[in-house]
């Protein structure tokens, strides 16, 4: 249960967060624009945590180097994969791309044939993590990345390796209710101007991105960005074969 104060805070933070999305969503409806409005965004959860009381950020066990959360799946909407794949695109070198890509297509075939709660039990690094458990994009990691915070990194080890870890009992309240408040109101002003809500697959909508141009007309025509198969929980197992296209 939250106290009064920070329930407040959460609804100011929220509604901060909506208006100032649709603001910038509405100077222009082209991926530019979308982009954007995206930077602010994900600068707002970067400074709401910065601007989290300190005391309540001293209790967080999050350090660099720090990567057993980037090996459990990774729920994203659309917008989050376009803000990593812009981010990848410009920034990699060919050889890190193609590592990538790589790395995302031995992913999507793993979990296309997985049942939706062998898909949460899974454990597998993330294509993005760097071999020194440092975040290779990290200024432009989704949502769920930048808001997550432990007080402890023994349950997130635990996590790896047994089942019914209680990892939720390491949320930080004070924390978690205010980054979630802004990571909603990003979601909230997309999905109110007619942008693509569905939950994917991290790693299966980044490689469909990564090598599929059609997937951004897609998107920035409201329609469904990415086949059913990259969904966090997609209707059924389709055994798909995953074609390599280039962007
Ligand atoms: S959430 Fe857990 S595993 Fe991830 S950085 Fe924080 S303490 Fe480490
Ligand atoms: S995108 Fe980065 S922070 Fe998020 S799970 Fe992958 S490596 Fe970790």
Same mark, same amino acid.
């Given at each position: ?29 082209? %991926? ?23 005391? $309540? ?20 909407? *659309?917008?989050? $994969? ?11 070198? %060919? ?69 019914? $870890? ?6 930080? %309240?004070?924390?978690? *209710?205010?980054?979630?408040? $802004? ?5 909230? *002003? ?14 299966? *909508? ?42």
């Amino acid at each position: 249960m939250l106290s009064p104060a920070l329930e407040k805070q959460r609804h100011q933070l929220f509604a901060h967060t909506v208006q100032g999305m649709e603001e910038r969503l509405q100077s222009g409806q082209d %991926p530019a624009a979308m982009l954007t409005a995206l930077h602010w965004g994900m600068r707002e959860l970067d400074r709401t945590f910065a601007e989290t009381p300190a005391k $309540v950020r001293a209790t967080v066990a999050c350090r660099a180097g720090c990567a057993f959360c980037c090996s459990v799946p990774v729920h994203v909407q *659309a917008h989050e $994969v376009f803000f990593a794949a812009e981010y990848i695109q410009k920034k990699f070198s %060919p050889a890190d791309f193609a590592g990538v890509l790589t790395r995302t297509a031995t992913h999507r075939t793993r979990v296309s044939g997985l049942l939706v709660d062998e898909r949460g039990r899974l454990r597998e690094p993330c294509a993005l993590l760097r071999d020194d458990g440092c975040c290779s994009i990290y200024e432009s990691r989704p949502e769920a990345c930048r808001a997550h915070h432990t007080n402890s990194a023994e349950p997130c080890r635990a996590d790896l390796t047994e089942l019914d $870890v209680a990892i939720e009992k390491a949320y930080i %309240p004070a924390l978690r *209710a205010r980054m979630y408040a $802004v990571m909603l109101g990003i979601d909230e *002003a997309i999905e109110n101007a007619g942008f693509d809500d569905r939950a994917y697959d991290f790693g299966s *909508a980044l490689n469909e991105a990564l090598t599929n141009s059609l997937c951004r007309v897609l998107w920035m025509r409201r329609q469904p960005a990415f086949p059913d198969s990259c969904l966090a929980e997609p209707p059924e197992p389709t055994g798909e074969t995953i074609p390599l296209r280039s962007s």
